[in-house]
Structures are given as C-alpha cells and as structure tokens.
C-alpha cells in the first residue's frame, strides 16, 4: 500500500502580500511559490526550513473572510518549533508579534502563545528533544 503526506495546510488572509509579510517577514519562513492564476487569485507557499508547508489563500466570500483569524475556533493552530526558543521569541516580538502568554516549561519542552496579524494563535515551541 503507498502512503500519503500531508503536503499543505491551508491558511486564510485578507490579503496575499499582508500574509507573506507576517510568514517570510516576521516568522523567516521561506517564500516557496508565488504563482499568478489569473482573476486576482495567485498560488503562495510558505514554509519552513525543515517542512511544514501553508497555501496562502485570500479570502474570496464572505464567509471565507468571516474565517480569517477563526480557523481553529479559538484554539492554537499552528505550531513553530525552534531550537532557540530565547532568541526566536526576541527577534518575533522586535517583529511585531503579539505574545499572549509568559514562556512555560512543560513536558515537550519550552512553549508560548503567539497570535498572528489575522488573529490565528500559535504555539512557539523549542522541544526537549529533536524530532518531537
């Protein structure tokens, strides 16, 4: 049997460049794609130096710009890891993100709510091990 991967997770803005802005500009992530598909519409992939994929995707309905920000229902969605969570939590917040919470230590490793500019919340995680 062959398997599959997850190879995109689907992240709704009210704006392709506001989005790449927050990805590439404040998280570092990699710019990986920026397609024009004509109408307006464009392919924009983001990621991370070690995976971890989002489609960039604008908001075309109203019920699609409803969703910005609420995605998850108000939980943490999104997950960074790094493996300097000091120094990435500085350079984050000199970048303008919003940290919801004081670093905590729990199991897993070190870990802080952040949300994004659209109202997303993520968790910045430096992990005890490698790999989790």
């Known amino acids: 049997m062959t398997g599959i991967r997850l190879a995109l997770t689907t ?10 802005a927050f990805c590439v500009g404040a998280l570092g ?3 990986i794609e920026d397609s024009d598909r004509g109408d307006g519409k ?11 994929r989002l489609l960039l995707a604008k908001a075309a309905t109203p019920e699609q710009s409803a969703a910005i920000g ?11 890891h790094t493996d300097d969570f000091t120094g990435t939590r500085a350079r984050l917040t000199a970048a303008g993100v ?3 919470e004081e670093p905590r230590r729990e199991s ?3 870990v802080a709510v952040f949300s994004d500019p659209f109202g997303n919340r993520w968790d910045l995680i430096e992990p005890r091990e490698t790999g989790q």
């Open 70 to 80: 609420k995605q998850t229902g108000g939980r943490v969605g999104f997950f960074a």
């Open 29 to 31: 992530f990699d710019l």
């Open 98 to 100: 919003n940290f919801q």
């Open 42 to 52: 464009r392919w924009v992939v983001v990621g991370g130096r070690d995976g971890g």
């Open 108 to 110: 897993y490793g070190t």
């Open 11 to 20: 992240l709704v803005v009210p704006d392709y460049d506001e989005g790449i």
